[in-house]
């Protein structure tokens, strides 16, 4: 079974007999100059040129005014919600369909996550879903929205730009500011994914990006937040370098502050791969077009951007018929050596979050049972 497909990705990326990865890195530019350069001026760590250089490549790239490095996307996403202002106690409505990371910075938040469905051609949160949703459950109170059944504030709401393919956020940021309430983005699979001619992560008050191993860029582990209020980037800045007040030698902290710095090493590696990024977006675009003409003389589908938007083509994806196919496509693939993974399992069936507020999540189960990702590396 699915031998046509095997063979084609293994001609695909010209690797006729070992293992293909799901993706794989590509350092083909100043990495090591980069690196050495950095080891050269002892500045490893927290303080250091390219941790600056890389802030402004992110607001080059994304247009957002500001940019705040962090040491992973997860925290980039906590320090998020701190920032926006999100207490113990409150509620964060999100996607059941995301990467772990999305529900944990929630959690570490001590808030509560609130699962509501995606849209099926999107698989990101769906405007509709959210509306109606908000109509059901939420009131009104001094201005802000709370859940009438938990009474608990809803803070913020973080839809996520799946694999890199756009979510109807303008919709979504409409009915937050309805609701006020804050928009923040997980653009981590996102960057180089455009609404328009609008940067993912650029739509809420703040977006954040990941930049670990096995995203579109990596610099082995890093994150960034962006936002064009400068009070929040400030704020953000600050309590992720631990709080300190400027002064020349003393220890002064002004509030409880964190370690999420990105250390100048991982900058020096981030902004060599940043300088790559239209080389690695044009390479993407063409596996995935590629992958597009294979797959419209089979009967497996493959996502496609919406029109309007531009995705990324982090990590392409196939739409098998049901589950059982799902899991034959996985064994046949994966027992060949062509790395291939389903998409997630839905957070609200994990034991951590079973017990979190769900809507009915009929899309979220339907491409629970057949999306799985196949190989989407660079090819040199
Ligand atoms: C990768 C990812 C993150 C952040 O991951 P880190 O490994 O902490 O950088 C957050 N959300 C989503 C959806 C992701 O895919």
Known sequence: MYNDV??????????PEEFVPLHAPYFGGNEKKYLNETIDSTFVSSVGAFVNRFEEMMTEITGAKYAIATTNGTVALQLALITAGV???????????????????????????????????????????LEAFLKEHAEMKNGEAYNKGTGKRIAACIPMHTFGFPCRIEQIAEICARYNITLIEDAAESLGSYVGDKHT????????????????????????????????????????????????????????????????????????????LDTILTNKRELASKYKDFFSNTDIGFVTEMEGTTA????????????????AFLEAT???????????????????????QCDALTNSEWLEDRIVNIPSSFRP
């Open 201 to 276: 992560g650029t739509f809420g008050k703040l977006g954040t990006f990941s930049f670990n191993g096995n995203k579109t860029v990596t610099c082995g582990g890093g994150g960034a937040i962006v936002t064009n209020d400068e009070a929040m980037a400030k704020h953000a800045k600050h309590i992720s370098t631990t709080a300190k007040v400027p002064h020349p030698w003393e220890f002064v902290h002004d509030e409880v502050g964190f370690n999420f710095r990105m250390p100048n090493l991982n900058a020096a590696l981030a902004c060599a791969q940043l300088e790559q």
């Open 334 to 356: 994966n027992g060949s050596k062509v790395m291939t993974r389903p998409i997630w399992r839905l957070m609200n069936k994990l034991e951590m979050y079973k017990h979190c």
């Open 87 to 129: 207490k113990a106690g409150d509620e964060v409505i999100t996607q059941p369909l995301t990467f772990i990371a999305t529900a944990n910075a929630i959690a570490h938040s001590n808030a509560t996550p609130v699962f509501v469905d995606v849209d099926r051609d999107t698989m990101g949160l769906s405007p509709d879903a």
């Open 6 to 15: 095997i063979s084609f990705i293994r001609q695909t990326f010209n690797t």
């Open 312 to 327: 990324n083509y982090w990590l392409n994806c196939v739409v098998l018929n049901n589950r059982d196919e799902r899991e």
